[in-house]
């Protein structure tokens, strides 16, 4: 219900007020898939992270070993 001695809305205020509405939707959900990305983003940067260190703990084991066989 309109409160008294409002003026009914006209077409055109009704339409920008639901278009506002969609762009505010859709900007709400880029936003969260942009954050989704950088997430993901982290989340791999952490894993290769990960995986270079245990690489240089391997290579170092390796070199170590290589180098007790050769003495």
Request: proline fraction near 6%; charge should be positive.
């Amino acid at each position: 219900m309109k409160p008294p001695g409002k003026p009914p809305e006209t077409e055109s205020a009704v339409r920008k007020r639901e278009c506002d509405l969609k762009t505010r939707c859709e900007t709400r959900v880029a936003k969260l898939r942009v954050r989704a990305k950088t997430r993901m983003r982290s989340e791999n940067e952490m894993r290769n992270a990960k995986c270079e260190m245990r690489n240089r703990e391997l290579v170092s084991k390796t070199r170590d070993h290589d180098m007790i066989l050769k003495t």
